[in-house]
């Protein structure tokens, strides 16, 4: 169960770090898979979140807010991380790296449904990416989301709006699937 | 689309990811003793290398599994001793040298025979799995057979443990086993148990390129039985005809992997009437299984009841809608018994 108000303000910083694993861990990864396609990567992202939370947990003006820094933490870090993976990639193919493909452990129909999505979300703008993961993974709302990302509540919903019509565009088919 | 669908839709695509448990590591991080070393700095350049590297590793995974695919019709005991297996070497442009193996990572394939259902009981269908270049071919075939096949249809016959390992000397193929009992488990059928045998002996054939018998060994000393089947002299190849599946699809040869381009090649063996090969292209719907698409072809031969023939055919798939479908490739029945033999694989269309 998530930690309440009530809580969250008496933790010391192991405490916190504890409490929050326990209760955001998985789902913090899963966000950050959301947006940067790669398991490992996420893990790292979202460890690297959680020890920063813990570092600053002293200094955090509001720890109920923990979450919320957490989460803002996985969108920044993600986003930081794809910067660098586009330098990274732009290097490999001058070297003539194969171009990514769906891997040989996809063995079942599940499975490439699931990398789909995964594979339609990448192409996403950015924004529209952070949008659409916050808003219909998380379930965060227009103010919340635009408290998280910095932007104004039109821009959320203008990018949730044409991150949504993309998504439709490409997914038709697998939603006929999951129907 | 709904924000109920779409809210399914992502929660499905990360539904199966469970992460690792990385509370130690944290706990270690954050330890008042230790120094907090911020960990996506130092390590962000190794990690997004890491990244690109295994992209190409997997794309070359994928490459590597269409391309033995196709080379599967000429390898295995039934050719003539095999070809050499292929070898691809994935370039990891970007990660420091001492990474992996010199910035380089070798992977190539090899032939595993996996139980699957015949009109007449368990057979064999060989499919290609990956492996380190590293490995010898023996020891990779011993460990390969004890995993699971990519095909979801397929089913490995020997449980994790029960083999040792593989050497190949004097003529004959040693094996050594570990826990593979002696005696045939109850729930399983003397044919089941005779074809899980038969899977280590032409799959160890297959890796080292000869039709040498096998000997299978506890402690160094002939086993009697393995699974209720006399195993106290090497063992041989069983007759094609008897052992193997006579429809495989080789190609696409991983279930569920996309394909683009409105082309789909799809190829195998078989040994059928005529060497007909009747493929059809099935989509799931909520009134049942439609055919899609048909379409007959022939194999490069037929005749010789204990040889596989090769077959190939391109499908124009560019009518055809996104999403799932399955193939079916058959032998043809000309007098509608039923009882023939078929192979299938998922694929998806984009």
């Known amino acids: ?179 | 689309m709904s924000d109920d669908r779409l809210h399914r839709l992502l929660s499905d695509a990360v539904s199966d990811i469970e992460p690792a448990d990385r509370i130690e590591e944290l706990r270690a991080s954050v330890r008042p003793s230790t120094k907090v070393v911020p960990m996506s700095r130092p390590r962000s350049w190794y990690a997004v290398a890491g990244i690109v590297a295994t992209a190409a590793v997997i794309g070359v995974i994928a490459y590597l599994t269409s391309v033995v695919g196709d080379k599967s019709t000429d390898l295995g005991p039934t050719s003539d001793g095999g070809t050499a297996l292929p070898t691809v070497v994935a370039t990891d442009t970007a990660a420091p040298q001492s990474s992996h193996d010199h910035g380089k990572a070798v992977f190539t394939t090899v032939g595993v025979y996996f139980l699957g259902h015949g009109p007449h009981g368990d057979v064999l269908y060989r499919q290609g799995k990956l492996v380190s270049a590293d490995e010898k071919p023996l020891d990779a075939a011993v460990s390969a057979l004890m995993t699971d096949p990519y095909d979801t249809d397929y089913r490995a016959g020997w449980s994790p443990s029960w083999l040792v390992s593989a050497e190949f000397r004097q003529g004959v193929i040693d094996v050594e086993l570990g826990t593979v009992p002696a005696a045939r488990p109850a729930h399983m059928s003397a044919r089941t148990a005779s074809e899980v045998v038969q899977s280590a002996v032409y799959t160890l054939q297959e890796a080292a390129r000869s039709d040498a018998k096998v000997l299978f060994l506890r402690s160094g000393q002939a086993a009697p039985t393995v699974l209720g089947v006399r195993t106290d002299r090497p063992v041989g190849a069983g007759l094609v005809s008897e052992v193997l599946s006579r429809m495989n699809i080789t190609r696409p040869s991983v279930d569920g992997r996309p394909s683009r381009h409105g082309r789909l090649v799809v190829a195998g063996t078989n040994n059928g009437p005529g060497g007909t090969v009747v493929l059809r292209l099935v989509r799931k719907t909520a009134s049942g299984d439609r055919t899609v698409l048909r379409r007959t072809t022939t194999a490069r031969g037929s005749g010789d009841p204990d040889r596989l023939y090769p077959w190939r055919v391109t499908l124009d798939t560019s009518t055809l809608s996104p999403g799932s479908y399955t193939i079916v490739a058959s032998n043809a029945d000309p007098a509608g018994t039923g009882q023939v033999a078929s192979d299938t694989r998922l694929v998806v269309l984009r």
């Open chain 1, 1 to 179: 169960m998530a930690p309440t108000r009530s809580q969250t303000s008496g933790w010391s910083a192991d405490e916190a770090l504890e409490l929050l694993y326990a209760a955001h861990w998985r789902q913090l990864v899963r966000l950050g898979v959301l947006l940067v396609r790669d398991v490992g990567t996420a893990e790292e992202i979202v460890q690297d979140c959680f020890v920063a939370v813990h570092a600053k947990w002293n200094r955090l003006k509001d720890p109920d807010k923990a979450l919320a820094y957490l989460r803002q933490s996985v969108v920044n870090r993600s986003r930081s991380h794809l910067r660098h993976l586009s330098v990274v990639r732009r290097h490999a193919d001058r070297q003539g790296a194969p171009e990514p493909v769906d891997g040989a452990d996809l063995t079942a129909y599940d499975h490439a449904r699931r990398a789909t999505v995964l594979d339609a979300l990448r192409r996403l703008p950015r924004r529209q990416r952070e949008v659409i993961a916050l808003r219909y993974y998380l379930d965060m709302s227009e103010a919340d989301i635009a408290d998280t990302l910095q932007i104004s509540r039109g821009a959320v919903k203008s990018h949730a709006s044409r991150g949504a019509a993309a998504l439709r565009a490409e997914l038709g088919a697998v939603l006929e699937e999951i129907r």
